[in-house]
């Protein structure tokens, strides 16, 4: 079994800043690769941001320059990093681990941006 829970997410205005984390625990052999998806209401489930067990990040245009995508392996944590948020931000964040032979996916955690 393995578990997987997000945290860090809020209310904050434009232009803050929120540290979004991912956590994985359980029955853990190796993290291959870790993703951030975001869902905004009404619309479908887009990718953020990946980074893979080597390091090598990629990002969604709409992000680059302003999100950060990290990991601790020890702490089989990932992490992400926004920053000069933008209303159109706004969504449930997810992380997506990739854990042969599964997937994993969490719960969600909220991000709102609004003055």
């Known amino acids: 079994q393995v578990q997987v829970v997000e945290s860090g997410g809020g209310l904050v205005q434009p232009g803050g800043s929120l540290r979004l984390s991912c956590t994985a625990s359980g029955s853990i052999s190796s993290i291959v690769a870790m993703a951030w998806y975001r869902q905004a209401l009404g619309k479908q489930r887009q990718l953020v941001a990946t980074i893979t067990a080597t390091g090598s990040t990629s990002y969604a245009d709409s992000v680059k320059g302003r999100f950060t995508i990290s990991r601790d392996g020890a702490k089989n944590t990932m992490y992400l990093q926004m920053n000069s948020l933008k209303p159109e931000d706004t969504a449930v964040y997810y992380c997506?681990?990739?854990?042969?032979?599964?997937?994993?996916w969490g719960q969600g955690t909220q991000v709102t941006v609004s003055s």
């Open positions: 997506k681990l990739l854990i042969p032979p599964q997937f994993y």
